[in-house]
């Protein structure tokens, strides 16, 4: 069965400083990893996705993650935090089993950014 | 624009009463979900939906109903056997035999039982 650990409920950091955020996924087959971003009061929206390649994935507002397998994680990373970047961020881990794609969520890392 | 879009957005219910939150989706994706979130639990899966009439139980189906009439449409019936329904609920869609399986979240629907 797969899973998700997220390092840390909270995490706080200075604007225009590095944003890391931790992720670690257990999966018996090769997964694909998602990270997510939730504003208060809304849905989910995607961040960024890692499926095969390039094993370092750029995805929107400036955010990365790397997928080393070795280490079975997918951390988040933004090298300046800006204001708007405070939000919950979820990782979640899919396996690739056709016909029974779900997706499950860690437990989330509520970031927040020191002006 | 296309989107999913989930009502109420806040309700309000007494115990014991059955509530029936509503998600409807114009994006033509196969695929619709309902997950509940509650703080520090992150998000888990009650019922996913592949295609029409059919659909399954996720982690924590118990106590919820579900149906899948029509392609558009996922409504959730929270029941009066649901032990604790107070949290946030989400609705999401996806295109079925997308591997990546990249979800599409409405804005969510707070229940609170009084």
């Known amino acids: 069965a797969q899973s998700v650990t997220q390092l840390g409920s909270h995490v706080s950091v200075s604007e225009g400083a590095l944003v890391l955020l931790r992720c670690n996924y257990s999966?018996?087959?090769?997964?694909?990893l998602f990270w997510y971003v939730q504003y208060p009061n809304q849905g989910l929206q995607l961040l960024l996705k890692?499926?095969?390649?390039?094993?370092l994935v750029k995805g929107i507002n400036g955010f990365e993650a790397e997928f080393k397998k070795s280490e079975t994680s997918f951390h988040l990373t933004k090298p300046s935090a800006h204001m708007s970047d405070a939000a919950e961020y979820f990782c979640?881990?899919?396996?690739?089993?056709?016909?029974?794609?779900?997706?499950?969520f860690g437990t989330g890392t509520r970031l927040t950014i020191i002006p | 624009d296309g989107g999913i879009t989930q009502s109420p957005k806040y309700l309000f219910r007494k115990e014991g009463q059955n509530v029936t939150l509503s998600c409807e989706q114009n994006l033509n994706h196969d695929a619709m979900y309902w997950y509940r979130q509650d703080p520090g639990q992150g998000l888990r899966l009650i019922y996913y939906?592949?295609?029409?009439?059919?659909?399954q139980k996720g982690d924590i189906a118990e106590g919820y109903s579900v149906s899948r009439e029509k392609k558009e449409s996922f409504p959730l019936t929270v029941t009066s056997a649901q032990k604790n329904p107070t949290a946030f609920y989400l609705c999401?869609?996806?295109?079925?035999?997308?591997?990546?399986?990249?979800?599409?979240f409405g804005a969510g629907s707070r229940l609170t039982v009084l």
């Open positions: 999401a869609s996806s295109i079925f035999r997308d591997r990546a399986n990249v979800l599409t």
């Open positions: 999966s018996s087959v090769p997964p694909y």
């Open positions: 979640a881990v899919s396996e690739r089993d056709f016909g029974n794609e779900k997706l499950t």
């Open positions: 890692y499926t095969t390649g390039a094993t």
């Open positions: 939906s592949q295609i029409v009439n059919d659909f």
